[in-house]
């Protein structure tokens, strides 16, 4: 697992170059678990439509132009597009509600560490984003936040991340760090 589309198919090539050198039948058998490489949103969005029918078998996965559509769709309905002073825009919204989400930290905290440009706006973009999850929840939608949220919260349940683990031996991470 990784972060990126490209890193994941680089860490997929070198791995089936590896699994495919190995002597005899084998090779075959190392090579399935590459089914399961891929991004970290990729393999949770996997889990989450292998576990569907035990969390809720009907959704829809939002990539983040269509994320960011909606938050659109929900800032103009709040009529925080068309403030006198400029309202971020909702690719800025998006990536603030992200990292907060992500960071599980309070907005309160997250903006005036990451984007002290929109702290003036925090009632707002907390009205904004509890607006958001009720757009996504009244549509059945998943954004890319929530597939890992949700991978976190099916991993919770012991017997759901019981069987979740019997799949794998190992679970190998790329994570790219700064020199």
Known sequence: ???????????TQRAGRICAQAPGSSADMMTDPLTW??????IGARLQREYAEQIDPAFTIHDREDSADLMNLVRHELGFSKMESRFPTKATCLAIYSRAV????????????????????????RELF?????AK????VLDYD???????????????????GGRFDHALTA???RA
Not at 37 to 42: I, N, R, S
Not at 130 to 134: D, F, I, K, Q, R
Not at 137 to 140: F, I, L, S, V
């Open 102 to 125: 992500n960071a599980e930290l309070p907005l309160n905290e997250e903006l005036p560490s990451s984007f002290p440009w929109c702290a003036e706006w925090e009632c707002q973009l």
């Open 37 to 42: 490489a891929g991004t970290f949103h990729a």
């Open 146 to 164: 929530d597939l890992l949220l949700y991978w976190a919260q099916t991993a919770s349940d012991p017997v759901l991340a019981a069987d979740m």
């Open 1 to 11: 697992m990784t972060f990126s589309r490209r890193a994941a198919a680089e860490m």
């Open 130 to 134: 509890a607006a958001y999850v009720e």
């Open 137 to 140: 929840q009244a549509q059945n």
């Open 175 to 177: 994570v790219k760090t």
